[in-house]
């Protein structure tokens, strides 16, 4: 029987982390008792530095239920994708499957059950996939679509109305695990694991207690993130803007010579403190957006371990 470890990122969760807790226990004892998982499987919560009593709280369970509550704790904050990172690494030598899930209970727990038959009948990454979003805010839920939509435009392949809700077998957590870069984004590196994968649905419902740890700057970063870790496309369009920009200026160019020629002399300032300001901003974007990959170069060359483990509760 294989042995599940359920991977849990937590930052600043002290409200919910009694209540996850049970709440996954309770699946663990469901599956136990259904003979689909091994009776020492487990739960792993992330401490990805929080401020508050989240890593007192994790001992504490710890302490109440030594095989079943396990626990990372980061030496600081490193975001939610890393903090799932050193999860899923973690457990990867402690189990033989993971499923990764928030610990605001938003992803249905009832589904734990389906990706595990889904995983006995061979797939080795199942994506928990929204089927409505009532419970997100109008505004997250248009600007996400809009995300998937531009991830689409821009070649990058991921699993519509995914996050970070997902089994993985052992070997697909191990595959991942050579994927070194720093710029994470993991709904864009796990299609590229290949291996046979399934989809599960389930309705995303209202966090259980505490607010989102997601503010709209995080979600702009791992938004911009995505395309940018993944996708030179923006590059090649600026590019195609500087082009046809370039070609618009030289028959711009062509017509004053005539005008000039037959004596028609334009007196035309505004023209041209327009286009000056507009060629300016355009420039100004352009080397931004450039400025922003090769930023990212500089820090993925630096090759920095992407997490720090302080302590482990096994
Ligand atoms: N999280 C984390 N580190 C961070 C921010 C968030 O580990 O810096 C965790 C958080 O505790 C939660 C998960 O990531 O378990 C998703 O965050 P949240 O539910 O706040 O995001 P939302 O569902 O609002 O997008
Ligand atoms: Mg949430």
């Known amino acids: 029987m294989e042995k599940l470890a359920i991977v849990v990122p937590c930052y600043n969760e002290e409200e919910v982390l ?8 309770g699946v663990l004892d469901d599956l136990i008792r259904k003979g689909k998982i091994a009776e020492d499987s487990f739960i792993l919560f992330v401490n990805d530095g929080s401020k508050d009593r989240t890593w007192e709280l994790i001992e504490e369970e710890h302490q109440a239920h030594p095989v079943q509550v396990c626990g990372v704790k980061l030496a600081g904050n490193v975001g939610h994708q890393f903090a799932l990172t050193a999860g899923l690494i973690t457990a990867m030598d402690l189990s033989d499957v993971t499923v990764s899930i928030d610990a605001d209970l938003q992803d249905d727990v009832a589904v734990i059950e389906e990706m595990i038959d889904k995983f006995h009948n061979g797939c080795d990454i199942v994506y928990g996939v929204r089927k409505e979003r009532k419970t997100d805010t109008f505004f997250k839920r248009t600007t996400a679509q809009g995300f998937y939509k531009v991830m689409e435009m821009m070649g990058v392949k991921t699993v519509y109305n995914h996050a970070d809700f997902r089994l993985m077998s052992k070997r697909a957590v191990e595959q991942f695990s050579k994927y070194q870069e720093t710029n994470l984004f993991l709904r864009g590196m796990m299609p590229l694991i290949g291996y046979q994968t399934d989809c599960v649905y389930y309705d995303r419902k209202e966090r259980v207690a505490g607010e989102s740890k997601y503010p709209l700057k995080k979600m702009l970063a791992l938004a911009f993130n995505g395309i940018s870790s993944f996708s030179v496309k923006p590059i090649s369009m600026i590019l195609g803007a500087g082009v046809i920009i370039v070609i618009l200026s030289i028959l711009a160019a062509i017509y004053a010579l005539i005008s000039y020629c037959t004596g028609h002399v ?27 990959y090769i930023g990212k170069i500089y820090i993925e060359v630096k090759h920095r371990p992407r997490y720090n483990i302080e302590k482990v509760l096994k």
């Open 266 to 292: 334009v007196p035309g300032w505004t023209s041209l403190i327009l286009s000056i300001w507009f060629l300016g901003g355009i420039q100004l974007m352009a080397v931004g957006l450039v400025g922003q």
């Open 18 to 25: 009694k209540i996850a807790s049970e709440a996954l226990r």
